[in-house]
């Protein structure tokens, strides 16, 4: 086995290593062998089916050619909230939100996206007896970037053709359709609305558009971040691409794990044993490197807390308002007292059949193409990467809007924008400056200030 090497968290960290997932993790054992990559289930007792659909050919391994839907709520709803994650987020990010909504909204059922990029994770050690050892002693198969060229082709258009089948399919039998998505998870729903499919705007097939905590125009300024949109950058990055960078690796410059991969492998098991075994002494804290490992015993939960929430000193985009750990005792314990409690944080990582909430192997292209798309208009440079955004004008569907912290305000000031240039009848813009960038997703429901903003605006479309 082979160790990756170790450091310590760094801080004020790049957008692009945070969006819509959280960065934390330690060094992971390199890869050798391997189970193959899980297959979606369509449905496993006390779960919520994870249905998969076929989409166009991507190049990818044999499996790839398919996105996969989490569906929470009722099959005979008439509206479908279809819900894109961030970058570095999956599917599960959106399980507990959507069981808020289906239950404050009656006849509301809403699909969480997973992209075709989730077929290359190996989540199948998440269903033996011993995680820790198949992922922490390199038994899982890991997705080599040198026999991965075909992720140099996996961009916006290609995520934007595979959301296509995902809204068609949802809006089947006349069902009214509403598009959103969690940081960059909101670019991407945003993009879709002015896209060009072959002369047709992706409006069109939408009934409502909803941003939370992410968008086009400027949305992320506010973080101290701005998009790399320039010519310069861009060529430099395609170059990069070319030359066989085909993940995003930000994630790796925490300087926890070389590996695309490895925080994201970190951080969900710590949710698992989390969840399992809240109270147990933790499974991972003696495996962790000093500059991570707390300097006193831990359980399960209490380790899972000081890698998720603001209080240990994590920026606003990777963190959120849970609690602290217990002042005494042999072994810490976790105490909530804030708006989200850890045990949601736990429960959507470990929640079935698969559990995920990251994506392991980010595209760089996806990257490049999101970052240019902020601009959100036809210009030469989106027109130089294939990007089709050519109906931004034309836009003519209700927004909704949702803020945190995290970007000081340009996340609602952008959506404005939008809105006085295109045709949109009417937008709903919100803010809790009280949560930070992840609390929207797991926050207790009497504490979601999107749940509760979120639903009316869902109920009073027509």
Do not use: C
């Amino acid at each position: 086995m082979t160790s990756d090497p170790t450091g310590g968290p760094q801080r004020g960290l790049s957008r692009r290593a945070l969006l819509g997932g959280m960065v934390g993790g330690v060094a992971l054992a390199s890869a050798s062998g391997g189970a193959a990559v899980g297959a979606g289930r369509s449905r496993v007792a006390g779960w919520e089916p994870y249905v998969p659909l076929g989409v166009g050919s991507g190049g990818g391994p044999v499996g790839t050619d398919r996105v996969h839907v989490l569906k929470v709520g009722p099959d005979t709803a008439r509206t479908v909230l279809v819900l894109v994650p961030g970058m570095f987020g999956a599917a599960g990010d959106f399980r507990l939100l959507g069981r808020d909504l289906v239950e404050a909204v009656p006849g509301v059922q809403v699909w969480a996206f997973d992209r075709r990029e989730e077929n290359l994770a190996d989540r199948s050690g998440f269903t033996g007896p011993d995680p820790a050892g198949y992922y922490l002693d390199g038994h899982y198969r890991s997705q080599d970037p040198a026999a991965s060229a075909f992720a140099a082709r996996w961009g916006l258009a290609r995520t934007l053709e595979d959301l296509r089948t995902v809204v068609r399919a949802a809006g089947q039998g006349g069902r009214r359709v509403v598009l959103g998505g969690h940081s960059w998870g909101a670019t991407t729903a945003m993009t879709y609305a002015a896209w060009d499919f072959d002369g047709r705007p992706g409006y069109r097939d939408l009934a409502g558009l909803v941003v939370i905590d992410g968008g086009v125009r400027g949305a992320f300024d506010g973080t101290g971040e701005p998009v790399q949109d320039s010519p310069e950058e861009v060529r430099e990055r395609l170059a990069a691409i070319d030359g066989g960078s085909v993940f995003d690796m930000t994630l790796s410059a925490v300087g926890l794990g070389s590996r695309a991969e490895s925080t994201q492998i970190w951080y969900q098991l710590a949710g698992w044993y989390a969840h399992r075994d809240p109270d147990g002494r933790s499974v991972l804290q003696p495996r962790m490197p000093d500059a991570l490992r707390p300097p006193q015993p831990v359980t399960n939960a209490g380790l899972l807390g000081t890698l998720v929430d603001a209080g240990f000193g994590w920026p606003n985009d990777i963190s959120v308002h849970s609690g602290h750990l217990a002042d005494s005792g042999d072994v810490r314990g976790w105490v909530d007292t804030g708006i989200t409690p850890l045990a949601r944080v736990a429960a959507a990582y470990a929640g079935g059949p698969q559990p995920a909430v990251w994506e392991w192997y980010w595209p760089a292209r996806l990257s490049v193409d999101l970052d240019v798309a902020d601009a959100y208009a036809d210009t030469d440079l989106t027109r130089s990467l294939g990007l089709r955004l050519r109906h931004a004008a034309g836009l003519d569907t209700p927004l909704y809007a949702f803020q945190t912290s995290y970007a000081k305000g340009t996340i609602v000031s952008a959506a404005r924008e939008v809105v006085h240039n295109s045709r949109i009848p009417y937008a709903t813009y919100e803010t809790d400056n009280g949560m930070n960038h992840l609390d929207p997703l797991f926050a207790a429901p009497s504490h979601n200030t999107l749940t509760r903003t979120l639903a009316p605006f869902l109920a009073g479309l027509r």
